[in-house]
C-alpha cells in the first residue's frame, strides 16, 4: 500500500508541475528573462479606469499591449513606464484578474489635475499679463510640476533683466472642495531694485577701459536705453571674459577680480574691476614635427603668427584652423594637428610646436541621403560635387553644401562622414532639414514709386509635374502671380525645370501680361502695355559659369502720350511687335545668392529684336553687369556693383524704341534722383530714356537687431546718354554722372521685406530741385 501511495504522489506532483508550467511563461536561468511557452496565459480584455479628463480611446492607443498577446509581468512594466512617460498621471498601477478565457488587465490611472486658474501675488513692478508671457503652463492644460519649476525661473529670469536681481519666486497650488480643478499661484518677493550707476576698471595697462567694455555685457543705467540691471551671474561672466581676452593677448598670467560697493539706501551698484595683467609672454621658436606628408614649407604657410609677437591663443587657434583646412582640403580627413606651448627661460619666450600625424588619405564611400522626406535623392545628389570612389577634398564639400543650401529647398544641410571596415574609406552622410516650398500667399504692398498694389502668387519651387497628388520633389519651379495697384497691372505665369529629362541642360516657359499707367512718381509719362511669352534654355558650362538662350515674342502698345510732347516719342504710340533672341553668360562664386556675403555674380548679355527672327522692330543691346560682396566683419557686408549697356536700331528701324532704352535714377539704380528722372528728355521736359547706361553702386549694410533688422550706407553713381560717346562727357546739365548717396534701414517681416531709404543728390539734374527723396516698399518676398 506504501509503495502504490507513493507512487500516486508522485504522479499528482508531476500533473501539478505539467499544470504550472504551462499556466506560465518559464524564465531563462541564465539572463532571467521570461519566455513564451505554447500554453502561457494570453491577455482578453485591456480595460482603463480612473480617467476622466483624458479619453480612454487615448489611453488605449498609447499602450502597445493588446488583447490575444501573451501575458507577461515584464511587459505590465513597460507599459507602466509607457503611461507615466505621458505626463498625464500622477499615479498609475495595474491589477489583473485571471479567467478561463484569459487574463483581464486593467490600469488604473490617477490624472493630474486641470489648471483651472492662474494667479500672481507679491509682483508690483511687473504687471500679471505681462509676467503670464514668460510661462509655458497654460490655463485649460493638466498640472505639470517640471514645467512650473521652469516658469519660476522664467520670472525670476525676467525680473533680473529689470534689475531686480534679490527677488525670491515660489509658487503654491490651492484646490477647491466643489472643483477637481486648481488654481496655480505664484508668490513674487520683488526685493530691492538694483541700478549699476558707475563700472571702474583698474590696473589695466595694455589694454584701454573702453576696449574692455566693449566685452561686457554688464552695462550702467543709460536712460530708458540701457536698465543697468545687475546679474551676478552675468557679470562674473564678464570677468572670464575679460580674462580670456587678456590671455589671447600674451597675458597668460592674468587675473581678474571685482568689488562692489552698494548706495546708502541700497539701490545703486558701483562696480569695480581690477585687473592684475602680468607678464606679457611673446612667441619664441616655431617647430614643425611629426608625419607631413607635405614638405614642411607649405605647412609653414599656413601659420600666420610670428616669433616675437604677442602670444595670441586667438591667432594661434586660427592657424591650427588653418592647418587643419589645408590637410582636409587634399583629403586628409583624419589628420591630427596637435599643439604644444612650452616656455623657454634662455629666451624669455613662448615657443610653439605644431605636432601633425597626416595619417592616411581617405576616400568616399557610399553617399547617404538623410532627411529628405519630399525631395528626391537625385536632386540633391545632382548638386553634389563629391563622388564615390574619389578623394575628400574640403573644398569640393564646401562647395556641395552651398549648392544644395541654393536650391532653396533646405533650412539645414549637414556632412558627416562615418569610418568603414575599410581605414581608408569614409561614408558620406548627407542630412537635409526640409523647410517649406509652396506657397499660397496674398496680400498689399505700398512704395514710393508704384504706391498702393495688391497681389496673389501660387508658387511652389520645388514642382514635380509627374507626382500626383503632392506635385513637389523634382526640383522645378512653378509661379502663378497677379499683381493690381495703382500705377501697374501686371500676370505672369512661370515654369522652369533644372534638369529637364534628368539632363542637366535648363528649361523654363513665361506668359505674361504687364501694364505700367502714367501716375505719380513712377516715371512713366504714358501708358505701357505689354503681352507675351518666352521660351529659355540654359546650362551649367561649370560651378560657377553658366549660359543661357531666350526666345521672346510679345505685343507692346503705347498710349495717351502728353499732346506737348516731341514729335519723336509721338511716334510710339500704337502698336508693335517684338520679336527678339537674348544669348547671356554668367559667373557666379557667391556663397549664397539669397543672402550673400562674398563671391562675385557677373555676366553678360547680347540682345537681337527683328532682323532674321521677325518682328516690326529691329535693334540690338548689350549688357554688362558685375557685383562684389566682402565680409568686412561678421554681419557687416561691402556691396559694390557696376553696369553699363549699349543700345542700336538697325534695319530701317530710325531709333531704339523708348520702351527699350536705358533709364536710370531711383531706388533701383542712383538714389537721391526721382525714378527714371536721370538721362535725356525731350523738348516737354519728358524722360525718354537712352542708347546708353553707366552706373556703379556701393552699399555696406550691418546688422542692428539680429536677423530681422539691417542698416546700410550707399554711394551712388552713374547716367543714361543718348549716343555711346556721351558717356565720357562730364558736364552739362544732363551731362555727366549723377552721384547720390545716403543710408537706410531693412527690416525682415512676416508679410516680406520692408526697405527705406533715404539718397540725397550730389549733381545737378537738368535744372531739377536739389532734394533728397525717400525711397519705402513693403511687398512680400520672392
Known amino acids: 500500500m506504501k509503495k502504490v501511495f507513493l507512487s500516486g504522489f508522485v504522479l499528482v506532483m508531476v500533473f501539478l508541475f505539467s499544470y504550472s508550467a504551462s499556466a506560465q511563461p518559464e524564465q531563462d536561468t541564465v539572463t532571467g528573462q521570461e519566455t513564451v511557452t505554447e500554453t502561457s496565459k494570453r491577455i482578453s480584455t485591456v480595460q482603463i479606469k480612473g480617467n476622466k479628463s483624458v479619453s480612454t480611446t487615448t489611453i488605449i492607443n498609447k499602450l502597445k499591449l493588446k488583447p490575444g498577446d501573451i501575458f507577461l509581468e515584464s511587459a505590465l512594466n513597460k507599459e507602466l513606464k509607457r503611461l507615466y512617460a505621458t505626463g498625464y498621471f500622477s499615479d498609475v498601477f495595474v491589477e489583473t484578474e485571471v479567467h478561463a478565457e484569459g487574463v483581464i488587465v486593467t490600469f488604473v490611472v490617477v490624472e493630474k489635475p486641470i489648471v483651472e486658474k492662474i494667479e500672481f501675488r507679491g509682483n508690483v513692478r511687473i504687471k500679471s499679463p505681462r509676467l503670464s508671457q514668460e510661462l509655458s503652463v497654460k490655463e485649460g492644460t493638466l498640472l505639470d510640476f517640471n514645467l512650473l519649476s521652469q516658469d519660476v525661473n522664467a520670472i525670476k529670469i525676467r525680473y533680473?533683466?529689470?534689475?531686480?536681481?534679490?527677488?525670491?519666486?515660489?509658487?503654491?497650488?490651492?484646490?477647491?472642495?466643489?472643483?477637481?480643478?486648481?488654481?496655480?499661484?505664484?508668490?513674487?518677493?520683488?526685493?530691492?531694485?538694483?541700478k549699476i550707476r558707475s563700472i571702474k576698471i583698474e590696473g589695466n595697462e595694455n589694454l584701454a577701459s573702453s576696449e574692455i567694455e566693449k566685452y561686457m555685457a554688464t552695462k550702467t543705467e543709460w536712460w530708458f536705453i540701457r536698465k543697468g540691471a545687475f546679474d551676478e551671474e552675468k557679470f562674473q561672466t564678464d570677468l572670464d571674459r575679460i580674462a580670456t581676452v587678456y590671455r589671447s593677448k600674451g597675458f597668460l598670467d592674468v587675473r581678474v577680480d571685482s568689488t562692489v560697493e552698494y548706495s546708502p539706501d541700497g539701490q545703486d551698484i558701483h562696480l569695480t574691476i581690477l585687473v592684475d595683467e602680468g607678464k606679457e609672454y611673446t612667441v619664441g621658436e616655431i617647430s614643425v614635427i611629426g608625419n607631413l606628408a607635405f614638405p614642411e614649407n607649405e605647412i609653414r604657410e599656413q601659420i600666420k603668427i610670428k616669433s616675437g609677437t604677442a602670444f595670441d591663443f586667438q591667432k594661434i587657434k586660427g592657424d591650427v584652423d588653418n592647418i587643419r583646412a589645408f590637410y582636409y582640403d587634399k583629403g586628409y580627413m583624419d589628420a591630427d594637428i596637435g599643439l604644444r606651448h612650452k616656455y623657454n627661460s634662455s629666451t624669455d619666450r613662448m615657443d610653439l610646436i605644431y605636432d601633425i600625424q597626416s595619417h592616411d588619405e581617405i576616400y568616399v564611400g557610399r553617399i547617404n541621403v538623410i532627411g529628405n522626406t519630399k525631395t528626391k535623392d537625385k536632386i540633391i545628389r545632382r548638386a553634389l560635387r563629391v563622388y564615390p570612389g574619389a578623394k575628400y577634398d574640403g573644398k569640393k564639400l564646401k562647395r556641395s553644401k552651398e549648392r544644395i543650401y541654393n536650391l532653396g529647398f533646405f533650412e539645414d544641410v549637414y556632412f558627416e562622414t562615418t569610418p568603414t571596415d575599410r581605414k581608408d574609406v569614409n561614408d558620406l552622410n548627407v542630412t537635409v532639414k526640409e523647410t517649406k516650398t509652396g506657397e499660397l500667399s496674398f496680400g498689399g504692398g505700398y512704395s514710393s514709386i508704384d504706391a498702393f498694389i495688391g497681389f496673389v502668387q501660387i508658387r511652389q519651387r520645388n514642382f514635380d509635374a509627374m507626382d500626383f497628388p503632392t506635385f513637389t520633389g523634382a526640383g522645378q519651379d512653378l509661379t502663378v502671380r497677379g499683381e493690381i495697384g495703382s500705377a501697374r497691372t501686371n500676370y505672369f505665369l512661370s515654369w522652369t525645370d533644372p534638369w529637364v529629362l534628368d539632363y542637366p541642360l535648363l528649361f523654363g516657359a513665361d506668359l505674361y501680361r504687364q501694364e505700367h499707367k502714367k501716375y505719380g512718381l513712377s516715371g512713366y509719362d504714358y501708358n505701357e502695355m505689354r503681352f507675351g511669352?518666352?521660351?529659355?534654355?540654359?546650362?551649367?558650362?561649370?560651378?560657377?559659369?553658366?549660359?543661357?538662350?531666350?526666345?521672346?515674342?510679345?505685343?507692346?502698345?503705347?498710349?495717351?502720350?502728353?499732346?506737348?510732347?516731341?514729335?519723336?516719342?509721338?511716334?510710339?504710340?500704337?502698336?508693335?511687335?517684338?520679336?527678339?533672341?537674348?544669348w547671356d553668360l554668367r559667373y557666379d562664386t557667391r556663397n549664397n545668392k539669397y543672402s550673400p556675403s562674398q563671391g562675385w555674380i557677373s555676366g553678360m548679355s547680347l540682345e537681337n529684336a527683328g532682323g532674321f527672327i521677325g518682328g516690326n522692330r529691329a535693334f540690338v543691346k548689350g549688357y554688362i553687369h558685375s557685383s562684389f560682396y566682402y565680409s568686412i566683419f561678421e554681419g557687416i557686408v561691402l556691396e559694390l556693383k557696376a553696369r553699363f549697356g549699349l543700345a542700336s536700331s538697325y534695319a530701317g528701324t530710325e531709333d531704339v524704341p523708348v520702351y527699350e532704352r536705358f533709364f536710370a535714377g531711383g531706388a533701383a539704380t542712383i538714389r537721391g534722383y526721382k525714378e527714371r528722372a536721370v538721362g535725356p528728355r525731350d523738348s516737354a521736359a519728358l524722360f525718354i530714356g537712352g542708347n546708353a547706361l553707366a552706373i556703379g553702386n556701393a552699399e555696406v549694410t550691418f546688422p542692428l537687431f539680429k536677423d530681422l533688422l539691417k542698416g546700410a550706407v550707399f554711394y551712388d553713381?552713374?547716367?543714361?546718354?543718348?549716343?555711346?560717346?556721351?558717356?565720357?562727357?562730364?558736364?552739362?546739365?544732363?551731362?555727366?554722372?549723377?552721384m547720390g548717396f545716403g543710408a537706410g534701414v531693412r527690416v525682415k517681416t512676416p508679410i516680406g521685406p520692408v526697405k527705406l531709404d533715404y539718397g540725397y543728390p550730389l549733381s545737378e539734374n537738368h535744372g531739377d530741385k536739389k532734394e533728397g527723396q525717400f525711397y519705402f516698399s513693403v511687398s512680400h518676398g520672392f
Do not use: H, W
Not at 160 to 187: A, M, N
Not at 727 to 733: I, P, W
Open 717 to 738: 553713381i552713374g547716367n543714361v546718354m543718348q549716343k555711346p560717346g556721351d558717356l565720357f562727357k562730364t558736364s552739362g546739365g544732363g551731362e555727366g554722372y549723377k
Open 533 to 582: 511669352g518666352s521660351a529659355r534654355l540654359g546650362k551649367e558650362l561649370t560651378d560657377e559659369l553658366s549660359t543661357g538662350l531666350v526666345y521672346n515674342l510679345e505685343e507692346v502698345k503705347i498710349s495717351d502720350i502728353p499732346g506737348d510732347a516731341s514729335e519723336g516719342l509721338k511716334a510710339e504710340l500704337g502698336t508693335n511687335t517684338l520679336s527678339r533672341l537674348t
Open 160 to 194: 533680473v533683466e529689470e534689475g531686480y536681481s534679490k527677488v525670491g519666486v515660489d509658487y503654491e497650488i490651492e484646490t477647491k472642495p466643489d472643483t477637481e480643478g486648481v488654481t496655480v499661484v505664484f508668490l513674487v518677493n520683488e526685493g530691492q531694485s538694483l
